[in-house]
């Protein structure tokens, strides 16, 4: 996407995130592979797998540098954050054994549920988040979905800060949700699949992030 200027720009160093425009198509999906199972389920490739990783490691850079005297807790918010969450740990990880700076650093896993077809529903359930006082006065990183009433719960611990890194932010009407401290890509409110996003839990093995076609949502429609 760095070739087309008309679509994308950088923004705020690290921490803003590459702005992809409204008025990007995306890429044609004949120029990558994916699973034949989706083929007609799909309109583009609106971020390629390598942009993702390379953006990744940006982030991961970032939070070595903002939290490397700290003794942290990741917090990964599945399911679609699993994968993010996976690479920027292992990223994270990579940068310690290669630095004099290391990160000691704990991976625990929770789930949110607010999805219904391709729209959000008002019914947050948090699943696995009951009893955090592992987290008191420790740093925390959260990844993947994060939302007000989320941190509300995780605040109640007591640890130390939280930090929340999220791959995706949207850009939407009227937006309240907390935006992370760490952003990979602000997108248009489109939505989107692949690298562990789903669509009634479809789509996840997509190494890409895709737009889902009408068809695709049909298709796949609880």
């Known amino acids: 996407?760095?070739?087309?200027?008309?679509?994308?720009?950088?923004?705020?160093?690290?921490?803003?995130?590459?702005?992809?425009?409204?008025?990007?198509?995306?890429?044609?999906?004949?120029?990558?592979?994916?699973?034949?199972?989706?083929?007609?389920?799909?309109?583009?490739?609106?971020?390629?797998?390598g942009v993702i990783m390379d953006r990744t490691e940006r982030l991961a850079?970032?939070?070595?540098?903002?939290?490397?005297?700290?003794?942290?807790?990741?917090?990964?918010?599945?399911?679609?954050?699993?994968?993010?969450?996976?690479?920027?740990?292992?990223?994270?990880?990579?940068?310690?054994?290669?630095?004099?700076?290391?990160?000691?650093m704990r991976v625990h896993f929770i789930r949110l549920k607010?999805?219904?077809?391709?729209?959000s529903t008002e019914d947050l359930h948090i699943i696995?988040?009951?009893?955090?006082?592992?987290?008191?006065?420790?740093?925390i990183v959260d990844t993947g979905k994060t939302m007000r009433t989320l941190l509300k719960h995780v605040q109640s611990f007591g640890p130390k800060m939280i930090k929340v890194a999220g791959l995706l932010v949207k850009r939407v009407t009227h937006n309240t949700v907390c935006l992370p401290d760490y952003v990979g890509f602000e997108i248009p409110n489109r939505f989107v699949v692949g690298y562990a996003l789903d669509y009634n839990e479809y789509f996840r093995d997509l190494n890409h992030i895709?737009?889902?076609?009408e068809r695709g949502k049909m298709k796949y429609k609880l």
């Open 210 to 213: 895709c737009v889902i076609s």
């Open 114 to 119: 607010s999805y219904l077809n391709d729209q």
């Open 128 to 139: 696995g988040a009951e009893d955090l006082s592992f987290l008191s006065g420790k740093a």
């Open 1 to 49: 996407m760095a070739d087309d200027a008309a679509h994308t720009e950088a923004r705020g160093g690290g921490g803003g995130g590459i702005v992809i425009q409204d008025s990007w198509p995306g890429y044609s999906l004949d120029l990558f592979s994916y699973p034949a199972h989706y083929s007609g389920d799909l309109d583009c490739v609106y971020i390629p797998h």
């Open 61 to 104: 850079r970032n939070i070595m540098g903002d939290l490397g005297d700290h003794d942290i807790v990741v917090l990964c918010v599945l399911k679609g954050g699993y994968q993010f969450c996976a690479d920027l740990v292992e990223r994270i990880k990579a940068l310690s054994r290669n630095s004099s700076q290391t990160i000691p």
